[in-house]
T-cell receptor
Framework: QKEVEQNSGPLSVPEGAIASLNCTYS??????FFWYRQYSGKSPELIMF????GDKEDGRFTAQLNKASQYVSLLIRDSQPSDSATYLC????????????FGSGTRLSIRP | EPEVTQTPSHQVTQMGQEVILRCVPI?????FYWYRQILGQKVEFLVS????????KSEIFDDQFSVERPDGSNFTLKIRSTKLEDSAMYFC??????FGSGTRLTVV
């Protein structure tokens, strides 16, 4: 069973600080990795995706991928109270690029 | 920005009844997906659909589920005989991994 693992949190970070969210995956053949933000009662909102080793930056967000360690992370710089949400890590599989496997999510709370 | 539209936003149905959840994916997208999320649990893949055929389905997607693209724009998920455990948020997504706003299905 291919899995994507995340700490459930909650992760509490002061406003303005860097929030660091981590994720590991079990399918060594996974090709693409995604970070979604989900507010309570709402649908997942794609923040960014990454498929190459290294860092990818988009505004305040940086995704990091290390395929050797099967590890993906998301850094949120200058955290804002509006960043308080559940962050979902997801991956496509090697044998199947047509579905995404989600982790259970990390609850992030930004304290003023 | 293009959106994936889902209707209804909330559906209450009696156990054993059939329900149809509707989705209008982003135009020109060819891959469509259904996911579900039981309250407090992770998002689970149900089925992917490409070129008017099921591309892949999960163990959850058993014989009580079906998908169709009845016309050029709509994409539907039918649950033939609903069970209490089918109560969940159902999300449609189209290629590019953009999710719709979801349908909350409550089976009573």
């Amino acid at each position: 069973q291919k899995e994507v693992e995340q700490n459930s949190g909650p992760l509490s970070v002061p406003e303005g600080a860097i929030a660091s969210l981590n994720c590991t995956y079990s399918d060594r053949g996974s090709q693409s990795f995604f970070w979604y933000r989900q507010y309570s009662g709402k649908s997942p909102e794609l923040i960014m995706f990454i498929y190459s080793n290294g860092d990818k930056e988009d505004g305040r967000f940086t995704a990091q991928l290390n395929k050797a360690s099967q590890y993906v992370s998301l850094l949120i710089r200058d955290s804002q109270p509006s960043d308080s949400a559940t962050y979902l890590c997801a991956a496509t599989g090697y044998s199947s690029a047509s579905k995404i496997i989600f982790g259970s999510g990390t609850r992030l709370s930004i304290r003023p | 920005e293009p959106e994936v539209t889902q209707t209804p936003s909330h559906q209450v149905t009696q156990m054993g009844q059939e329900v149809i959840l509707r989705c209008v994916p982003i135009s020109n997208h060819l891959y469509f997906y259904w996911y579900r999320q039981i309250l407090g649990q992770k998002v689970e893949f149900l089925v992917s659909f490409y070129n008017n055929e099921i591309s892949e389905k999960s163990e959850i997607f058993d014989d009580q589920f079906s998908v169709e693209r009845p016309d050029g724009s709509n994409f539907t998920l039918k649950i033939r005989s609903t069970k209490l455990e089918d109560s969940a948020m159902y999300f449609c997504a189209s290629y590019g991994y953009t999710f719709g706003s979801g349908t909350r299905l409550t089976v009573v």
